[in-house]
């Protein structure tokens, strides 16, 4: 109890700190800047820079938010809010590189090298802001999620994007990397400004009080307060970043060398001159070491008084993956068992070793994984018989994967399956899976053959071109975001695309593109691509989604391409498009998405249709479901009355029976921010004894109501699943709902139906990939994710969740028939879901995209055998 006052204490202490008006966004430009320099490469023959960053770290990370210190009035009354204003912007930059090339020729001492370690970082904060603030950019993050989440007012989701990015980075990530003291160079950052300003502007003591309040408010987003916005913009952020590193040395080195009086290299650093021992301040002759001890010490006692204050609120039934190096167990035990926890390991775990560069990998271990970090921080996952033998094959897509030197390239990998599933072992895929597929540039003809004749390294001289060629590979296009297997140019054979939304990044482009692999009878697939569909419109981010499903009514499937933030004619109207599988695709190189045979654009600005998208048989007619989470009900309002009235995201469903492009009907949310429609899935089920054909609809931002005895709280985007019954001629009519039981939780956020006991019902597999441990949302347990497995056959009308035996309500494990757990904290368990299927067996994937078992939010699969009877 008394740990339980202490951490009391320090949250008031924080209280009195950060004031809540004083916008942060320091741990967001410190995990921007850490990414960017993860995959940095870059040297030439004077400096090698990523050494210089990576030894001088404290430096680089005060520089990645330094540019903010004088903004807040509590910094001398905000009378320097415009020093901070042109800290973000380039003629400060060159201000910077033109004092380095005159004061400091190569090569450099220490505080030289931190000089330029410094603005390294500030260049990133300036990089990440123009995305972050859509400075130029008219639909960078904020202005998005002002026009969604906030009836347009930028003003409001500034404030709440800065601080909440904050704390949804300090709740996700770990920040172990943190240096324990942050190094700002006062005296040359005083010369800085005079040389930008031709005067002085600040005061060496303003410098040092205002950035020392800026770092102290990184405690502002400690992680005992998660609040999980719609929040995003990191990949493209760190992209911008990574790219403007590339350049930095031709700034730095555009001098003539025979006029530079050469200093010979010495290690130590200048003597300390003096310590303000009060606030933990070294000063040096040119600038001064804050040391942040007394912040993470705050952190660290934190997580100790929150183990103090640890409770169990009630017993779930649930089974549970044990720690790592614990022997697999070949039995799986009934959830509802007579002990409260049921121990279980899954059957194995494809864990995604990452082999970028030989010096970063170490032998893997059972349950763990080794490499570089972020490679696989979201998924997409397929099931086909790839190579035809009669077994369930498994596609996985990582966008995440990145080159030194280039960043977020992707990957997709092949798992075949046999009799016994899926390899029923630990699998290292860079080194044992059956197939890699990597995301490139797209090339013409003469190049690609050049491109299949380095996969073969014929002479020496075309190794040599090859290596050049790898220089061409186009970073930061997510490849493998989104997988469909169909056979697209009717050959017989299956074939995969891969979609990549975020290719022209580099140029902010963002127009996407859409691979497709013709398939082979071993089931392997060509590389490069067959056929590359692209699209013209910039923000496009083509192949956001991919669905296999038949669009003509000849009984084949055809592709169909979900780009919920392309124009549409608008801003992020959304298109779905649909190409027809045709043999003619064998003699296509080149596809435009305006050329599409099938395509349907959203209605308003910010609408956001195929965010989702799902295909399933009424009636022997094909029905397409797509989704528009930011739906908002605005058509029975005034232009007046519009903009405050509204109710911001509510979600909507529409379905085609294509080839008509008329929507048949609409399933509309009924909750702001409820974002119905972000999930969907679709199978048989029993319902109070009679078989349906149902369509689940998940709304995982949705606010639900808890009630604990007579006390009752709301579930801020607890999440909920909508059951509706498909009938071929009328609208579907609603069933039953489900309901998460943690706040912020996002239950329903993955959903899928499949077979899993072979009785010819379908199982409701639903995901809570965010969902904490326990009901003070983070107070006393992290998250820990749950997947949720409610059997075919015991399905009721009404709310399944919300009659419950226990005290609490809403109660989504006491009708599951399993409940899997996270074996690791914060690791996006359940973040993407998928069955395959063998002769004998229906194994369940699991991704948890954020999992760091080995490198730092690598990612990993968990594959489960439940056996249901």
Known sequence: MS???????????????????????????????????EF???????????????????????????????????????????VSESTHWTPFLNASI?????????????DTKKLVAFLFGITSHMVADISW?????????????????????YSEAHSTGDFGGDVLSQSEFNFD????????????????YKKLYGREVITKHAIIDCTHLQFLEIDCSLPENPLFISCGGQHNTTNGAFAV??????????????????????????????????????HTERGVFFTMDLWASIVDDASVLIFLCDFSVSEFHVLYVPDCGKEPTDNVQRAHSPVPETHFQPLSILLLVTSLCETWLASPRLCCCSGPSLCHDAWAMASADLNQDGYGDLVVGAPGYSHPGHIQVGRVYLIYGNDLGLPPVDLDLDKEAHGILEGFQT????????????????????????????????????????????????????????????????????????????????GRMSSPP???????????????TLLAADMNGDSKPDLVIGSPFAPGGGKQKGIVAAFYSDPSWSHKEQLNVEAANWMVRGEEDFFWLGYSLHGVSVNNRTLLLVGSPTWKNASSLGNLFRTQDEKQSLGRVYGYFPPNCQSQFTISGDKAMGKLGASLSSGYVMVNGTQRQVLLVGAPTHDDVSKMAFLTMTLHQGGTTRMYELTPDSQPSLLSTFSGDRRFSRFGGVLHLSDLDNDGLDEIIMAAPLRIADVTSGLIGGEDGRVYVYNGKQTTLGDMTGKCKSWFTPCPEEKAQYVLVSPEASSRFGSSMITVRSKKKTQVVIAAGRSSFGARLSGALHIYSLGLD
């Not at 740990?3 to 320091?26: E, Y």
């Not at 404290?58 to 509590?74: E, H, K, M, N, R």
């Not at 603030?133 to 007012?153: K, P, V, Y």
């Not at 990397?177 to 800085?192: C, F, N, S």
């Open 3 to 37: 740990a339980c006052r202490v951490w009391s204490g320090v949250l008031i202490l924080l209280g009195t700190l950060c004031p809540g008006a004083s916008p942060c966004g320091i741990s967001t430009h410190v995990e921007i800047g850490h990414r960017a320099l």
């Open 40 to 82: 940095l490469h870059l040297q030439d023959q004077r400096v090698n820079y990523k050494e210089l960053l990576l030894e001088h770290q404290d430096a680089y990370q005060a520089g990645t938010v330094f540019p903010d210190s004088f903004y807040p009035s509590i910094c001398e009354g905000g009378k320097f809010h415009d």
């Open 177 to 192: 990397y943190l240096a324990r003291r942050w190094y700002v160079p006062v005296k040359d950052l005083l010369e800085i």
């Open 245 to 282: 590193f590339s350049v930095s040395p031709i700034l730095f080195f555009f001098f003539s060398s025979s006029k530079v009086q050469t200093n010979y290299f010495h290690r130590n650093l200048t003597t300390s001159l003096t310590k303000d021992t009060g606030r933990n301040i070294t």
């Open 133 to 153: 603030h859509g400075l130029g950019i008219q639909q960078g993050f904020l202005r998005t999620m002002a026009a969604i989440d906030f009836h347009g007012s």
């Open 443 to 522: 090339f013409d003809k003469s190049e690609s053959e050049l491109i299949k004749a380095c996969t073969r390294r014929e002479t020496p001289t075309l190794s040599l071109v090859c290596d050049y060629l790898s220089v061409w590979v186009k970073p930061s296009g997510r490849f493998g975001s989104a997988l469909a297997v169909l056979d697209f140019n009717q050959d017989g054979l299956p074939d995969l695309a891969v979609g990549a939304p975020s290719v022209g990044s580099e140029e902010l482009t963002y127009k996407g593109a859409v691979y497709i692999y013709f398939g082979s009878k071993e």
């Open 530 to 544: 067959n056929v590359t569909i692209s699209c013209q419109d910039v923000y496009c981010n083509l192949g956001w």
């Open 98 to 110: 033109h004092y380095i090339r005159e004061n400091y020729p190569l090569p450099w001492k220490e």
